[in-house]
């Protein structure tokens, strides 16, 4: 049986922060699914920094876009009313998970109104399953869409967003209505399954996010270079890593610290790193594409990465990729990936000076970090390779057209 047309909705895609999707769906179709994406919102040039990027971005359906076209909204509510059942009890659905409050319960119809639109845009491509990632907006629209039309849906869980206010984001409705939920790890399956009477965990599968080795391999640095990538944003807890930064020089005085992207607290940290008088040491190096990062990543010595909050890190799967030690914080999924002692370090979150030591260790043992580096490797290339977690992915996608 040929495998179903499967759409991915995303809220933002293609993200530079969500780099994991785009390398999701392409190993997808590397399996021989035919993948349609759609997002929510339109994303802007900033986001598409490779030749990838820009392909998924004209090739993919945004449905603010199309709720914008008076005629493509009329029309959608028109093509939905055909089934006036359907209609009138998907949007009972929609206003049985509103979150408490006015604001909460007006988004749910917003929600609705998106999903109508999407709802048509798949039935016009003939998509026999809906697949979402991430468990919070986006995976509201993508469940009523799939109820309109008439098809199953699933979703990809990360945390920590997602976990934040469950009963907000009705996980537990969302778990009851899907094929099966894609969990990126045991932790991440933990918390769906606190969320859901034992009877669905059966429907809690772990596949996790994945990188392609190949493209991060690279030799053991030299140099004391170190990279932080992801949003400057206050769960990565970056000003912890700011501060850290004149005790490892006090070590190092060649130290230097590389920021790769972007968010709202950057001009914070810029004049942190000003009082500091550490402008010379630390570099903002704004957005970067996939090759960039890696390009990077080959002249970086320690991968650092202090989060208040993650899901399991892509990045630092990239970074294990290249054969980089790694320092995380002891939270989430993380300790599933890194090893303490053996391919970084794990420290608990929030303390600077366990940071800094920590990173002031792998700087003073070159040999050491190097062993770190290959066994970071070797866990990337054994559990967190994309083109395994695809396999399973299609697996599930393949299974579900068969029952349906």
Not at 193 to 211: E, K, N, T
């Amino acid at each position: 049986m040929p495998a179903p047309r499967v759409a991915y909705l995303v809220g933002e895609y293609p993200a530079v922060s969500h780099t994991f999707v785009l390398r999701e769906v392409a190993a997808l179709r590397a399996e021989g699914l035919e993948i349609l994406t759609c997002s929510i919102r339109r994303t802007g040039p900033e986001h598409h920094r490779g030749p990838a990027e820009r392909a998924e971005a004209e090739a993919t359906f945004n449905v603010l876009d199309a709720a914008r076209s008076p005629r493509r909204l009329i029309g959608a509510q028109i093509a939905a009313l055909r089934r006036p059942g359907l209609y009138l009890r998907t949007l009972g659905r929609a206003w049985a998970m509103r979150g408490p409050g006015l604001r909460a319960a007006l988004y749910q119809l917003i929600y609705f109104v998106e999903a109508t639109v999407l709802a048509q845009h798949l039935q016009r491509r003939g998509v026999a399953h809906l697949h979402n990632h991430f468990a919070q907006a986006s995976c509201t629209v993508a469940l009523l869409a799939a109820r309109l039309a008439g098809i199953p849906f699933s979703f990809t869980l990360h945390g920590p967003a997602d976990f934040t206010d469950p009963r907000l984001w009705r996980l537990d409705a969302k778990i009851a209505d899907a094929a099966f939920v894609s969990c990126i790890s045991h932790f991440c399956r933990s918390q769906a399954m606190l969320a859901s009477p034992p009877d669905h965990w059966s429907r809690l599968h772990i596949v996790h996010c994945g990188v392609e080795p190949a493209r991060y391999d690279a030799p053991p640095a030299t140099g004391k270079n170190l990279l932080f990538v992801g949003r400057l944003t206050a769960a990565k807890g970056v000003p912890v890593l700011i501060e850290a930064m004149p005790r490892i020089r006090s070590a190092h005085p060649d130290a230097h610290l590389t920021l790769i992207g972007d968010g709202p607290d950057r001009a914070l940290l810029e004049r942190l790193v000003r009082r500091l008088d550490l402008s010379k040491a630390v570099t903002f190096a704004g957005y970067q594409s996939q090759d960039e990062v890696a390009r990077t990543l080959a002249r970086t010595a320690v991968f650092v990465l202090p989060s208040f909050a993650e899901g399991v890190p892509v990045v630092l799967m990239e970074a294990m990729a290249a054969r980089r030690p790694v320092v995380a914080t002891r939270i989430a999924g993380i300790p599933e990936l890194v090893e303490d002692g053996v391919s970084g370090r794990v420290v608990v979150p929030g303390d600077g000076a366990a940071l800094a030591d920590a990173v002031c260790d792998i700087l003073a043992e070159p040999a050491r970090a190097a062993t770190m580096g290959a066994a970071g490797r070797h866990k990337v290339e054994a559990e967190f390779d994309i083109a395994q977690q695809a396999v399973k992915l299609a697996v599930l996608f393949r299974q579900e057209g068969k029952m349906a």
